[in-house]
């Protein structure tokens, strides 16, 4: 409905019975400026009455008289059938009554005809028309707010999800608000976003609360500051949310109303419209936004207890925690699924029984204890960790709470709680128990360094070694740069391994290792003073190894020469016959062979491949026997003294090389006290367990015999002593001994199975130590080599000797006197040879004569196996340059003769003359 305009024709309704006055109220309007006025004329009661109920015409003019009825009951039967234009009573007379009674019965004014002028009628009539149309727009707005709020409030009130309740409420704006877009916003629990949840009308590009909607920042300015808002110029208006929306479908106005309950914001309804918009329309919002506001709280409300029900329910029956309750005498009343995942047994089959029957037997009685405490309200509740027995019969640790339940009126319930497994986290604790004692009980030094390369722990090895060296911290007993050291690890993430360290005669060894995940350095340490000592002893033992094989070759390609030597020097001697010229020379080179022939023989003890004679040996009665040699031996001014012990275990040695032992350590300690001194020489026995092992590698477990000899000489130096078992070390000068009576010592020692330990300070002496195995049975000694006499060599039989020997000068020798004594002679420079030479003669060879050690990978004992395969019964003779393959110790080679080298003819033949008449 809308007001008046200029140019808007105006119909008027004239029911007058006078024709004349009709024509003069007619003259009058066509003298009214502005609008245009077309007029109908009804002369009766009945005719103007069917036409103002037609509702034709924007005004109606009534007459006061007509006939046997008057203008005010027209008006009123008019009114009552349904008249909506305004009626304007005409009359003549001007009566005040007739006016008020006029006025009463509705009608829009009252002109009395005498006094009635153009301007006034046309005032008149548009006051009329615009009152009425006024009246009308209030009431249709009325009735459009109530129509709204009763569409809303019935779907405010449906069961249906917030997004349907909405989109209604949004649909009833759109429709009853006659706008274009109807939006209802809700505000997000952050306080700051807008959330589109419903939107309806006729350019609306979203129909159901199904779609997902965007968000708005919910400021001040969308939200009014808590006030409506009405724009008649939405595009661009920072008020007006959508400017896409607003410029796409040419909007024009929008309003905008908050939701609020209690000064609390929950949302904005809004509507836009293509067209202007009346300030009612706020007035039309406000009247509903209270309901949609309680109706988004309350659903609100709804929906977070139901999703705080549902994630309870989620939770207790999803969560790994069991959750249960017991009754007052502690049987099973309500558990959730996680008792079956823990147990095993279902939780229909438990409900009802003891919960006693679930625990281990050990934790029972405790826990039936704090139960009753409970129970008793002794406790409002309890914390502990048991043990739960599962249906296959292994045991869990479980975290368990407890608490007492009462009911509304106070009175015992049960028990309600929840336990969780840690049966893992137990294992974990134990492992870590066990982790946290590895660094604390380590014998070892350990420490731990921060990313800073500050030390934060050591353990007590780590105290107790700084204190062993006079330190207090361990910190002193550190590299000096080990807080830098630390710190290049981490940012390198390499282990340093072998920092050494050297205080007060001690070795400390020190490594890094990053663990990058924790930012944090283990340092560990050792103390490797022993360890070095150690592998300094080793390196020297296998020097002397090394020598000692370079020393028995030596000897053994040297006895060969020696040999010869000796062996063509007798020859000449026995030839000349006296004469001076020739027997002085030859006595020379005979003296000098067997002075040589020593020599090798040291050496050879040296490298233990001199030949043993073991028996079982009383090693106090031999150094009785030894004792007046030695007096004489060491002079008057050096004192021997002995002691010896009692109940002695006996040694298996060879008596000869054990003296040879004595006799060289009391040389070496007579030429160190030139000046005079004592020695003393004693025997002990002890038991040698594993630790003295780590400081003597040569040594071994067991009941060992000790000779110990001490002196009062000038002593050693480290340096020296280093070197003194090396073959032809010495520290005398030239010409004044070979240097090979310690290196013999630690050979002949080294041969029976001990070790030499030797201690000495400068100025002050040495005590050498020699430790030999205990007997533990009678041993049968190895047969002695056969010597010869000195008598004219023993002639042979023309029996046929095969002489195997690799060295052809000594073969010829050997040859020349085994053929001057009468004996038949087949050589052979090898094994293989050997070999063929007993094919080509048939096997008719009566002995055997081979050296032990030859080339082509075939030994002398090989050789003879071979041919006593063929003939078991030749005989078989032995030779060697380092007489120890001969070994005493193996029961195929035990009683063969053997002839050592370098050795003369008559030996040689007298041996072969035993042999074959054995």
């Known amino acids: 409905m809308k007001l008046m305009t200029e140019a808007e024709v105006i119909r008027v309704l004239v029911v007058e019975d006078d024709e004349d006055d009709y024509i003069i109220t007619r003259g009058f309007f066509s003298e009214i400026h502005g609008n245009s006025y077309r007029l109908e004329w009804f002369k009766s009661y009945e005719l103007g009455l069917q036409a103002m109920i037609c509702n034709q015409h924007d005004i109606c003019l009534v007459d006061y008289r007509l006939g046997a009825k008057n203008g005010i009951e027209l008006l009123k039967e008019a009114l009552e059938k349904g008249c909506h234009a305004p009626i304007i009573m005409l009359t003549g007379l001007g009566e005040h009554q007739i006016d008020l009674e006029a006025m009463r019965a509705g009608a829009a004014d009252y002109l009395v005809k005498a006094s009635l002028q153009p301007d006034s009628l046309g005032r008149s009539v548009r006051y009329a028309i615009e009152r009425s149309r006024a009246a009308a727009k209030a009431d249709f707005e009325q009735a459009s707010i109530a129509a709204l709020g009763a569409d809303v409030g019935l779907a405010l009130t449906q069961r249906e999800s917030l997004g349907t309740i909405l989109y209604r409420c949004a649909a009833a704006m759109a429709r009853y608000l006659n706008v274009h877009l109807a939006r209802i916003w809700t505000l997000e629990a952050d306080g700051e976003t807008l959330q589109l949840m419903a939107s309806a009308g006729a350019i609306n590009e979203i129909g159901t609360r199904e779609n997902l909607l965007p968000g708005i920042s919910g400021d001040q300015q969308l939200l009014g500051n808590g006030k409506p808002i009405l724009v008649q110029r939405a595009l661009g208006d920072s008020r007006v949310p959508c400017q896409d929306c607003v410029q796409a479908e040419k909007i024009a106005a929008y309003a905008g109303y908050p939701l609020l309950l209690e000064n609390r914001r929950i949302g904005l309804i809004s509507i836009f419209s293509v067209a202007a918009l009346p300030p009612s329309v706020i007035q039309q919002l406000g009247s509903i936004a209270n309901g949609i506001s309680l109706c988004i709280d309350l659903k609100r409300s709804e929906e977070a207890l139901d999703a705080s029900e549902s994630k309870y329910r989620a939770a207790v029956e999803n969560i790994k925690e069991v959750v249960f309750q017991l009754d007052e005498f502690g049987h099973w009343t309500s558990l959730n699924p996680a008792w079956t995942d823990i147990t095993g047994f279902e939780v229909k089959d438990t409900l009802g029984s003891l919960f006693l029957e679930y625990l281990h037997h050990d934790d029972r009685q405790r826990n039936s204890f704090i139960f009753l405490q409970l129970i008793e309200r002794k406790l409002d509740f309890t914390r502990h960790e048991t043990r739960i027995l599962t249906k296959d019969g292994k045991t869990r640790w479980v975290d368990i709470y407890a608490q007492l339940t009462l009911n509304a009126d106070g009175s015992i319930l049960g028990s309600s709680g929840g336990f969780t497994d840690i049966t893992e986290r137990k294992q974990a604790e134990t492992q870590i128990q066990k982790l946290a004692a590895f660094p604390k009980v380590n014998p070892n030094p350990v420490l731990e360094f921060d990313a800073e390369g500050l030390l934060t722990y050591f353990n007590d090895a780590a105290l107790a070694l700084a204190k062993s060296v006079g330190f207090a911290h361990p910190m002193a007993i ?167 012990a009692l109940n002695l275990p006996p040694i298996e040695a060879d008596p000869g ?248 003819a008559p030996q040689l033949t007298e041996l072969i003359r035993s042999c074959l008449d054995a």
């Open 478 to 644: 550190l590299p000096p740069s080990a807080s830098d050291v630390s710190r290049q690890c981490l940012v390198s993430n390499q282990n340093r391994l072998r920092e050494d360290v050297t205080i007060s005669g001690r070795t400390i060894s020190w490594s890094f290792f990053p663990i990058v995940a924790s930012q944090v350095v283990h340092c560990y340490g050792a103390d490797i003073t022993d360890v070095l000592h150690l592998e300094a002893q080793f390196r020297h033992a296998q020097k002397l190894e090394s020598v000692g094989q370079l020393a028995a070759g030596v000897a053994h390609d040297f006895n060969n020469i020696l040999t010869v030597i000796q062996g063509y020097s007798d020859n000449l001697l026995a030839r000349c016959d006296g004469d001076a010229a020739l027997t002085g020379p030859l006595n020379q080179i005979s003296d000098s062979a067997r002075r040589a022939s020593t020599l090798t023989r040291q050496l050879l003890m040296f490298s233990r491949r001199q030949a043993m004679q073991t028996e079982t040996l009383d090693l106090n009665a031999l150094l009785q026997n030894l004792s007046n040699m030695l007096t004489r031996l060491l002079g008057e001014d050096i004192a021997v003294e002995n002691q010896y």
């Open 657 to 904: 090389m054990i003296e040879q032992v004595v006799m060289n350590l009391a040389v070496n300690s007579r030429d160190a006290m030139p000046k005079g001194g004592r020695l003393l020489i004693t025997t002990s026995f002890l038991e040698v367990g594993e630790a003295h092992l780590h400081k003597h590698p040569d040594a071994r477990v067991g009941m060992a015999v000790c000779l110990t000899t001490e002196d009062t000489g000038c002593g050693m130096d480290p340096e020296t002593m280093n070197r003194i078992f090396e073959p032809f070390f010495s520290t005398k000068e030239v010409g004044r001994g070979t240097g090979l009576g310690l290196a013999t010592v630690y050979g002949i020692v080294k041969q029976h199975a001990g070790w030499v330990e030797v201690k000495s300070q400068v100025g002050t002496g040495t005590t050498f130590t020699i430790f030999f195995p205990a007997s533990i049975s009678v041993h049968q000694p190895v047969r002695k080599a056969l010597r010869a006499p000195k008598a004219q060599a023993a002639q042979g039989q023309n029996e046929t000797i095969l002489l195997v020997e690799d060295e052809p000068v000594l073969r010829e020798w050997v040859k020349d006197v085994l053929q001057t004594n009468s004996y038949q002679v087949l050589e052979a420079g090898s094994g293989r040879e050997a070999l063929k030479v007993w094919d080509d003669q048939g096997g008719k060879i009566d002995l055997l004569l081979t050296d032990m050690v030859m080339p082509d990978g075939m030994t002398g004992r090989d050789l003879a196996k071979q041919l006593r395969a063929r003939e078991p019964k030749l005989k078989v003779i032995y030779t060697s340059g380092y007489s120890s393959d001969i070994a005493a110790n193996d029961p195929e080679l035990r009683g063969v003769p053997f002839l050592s080298k370098p050795f003369p």
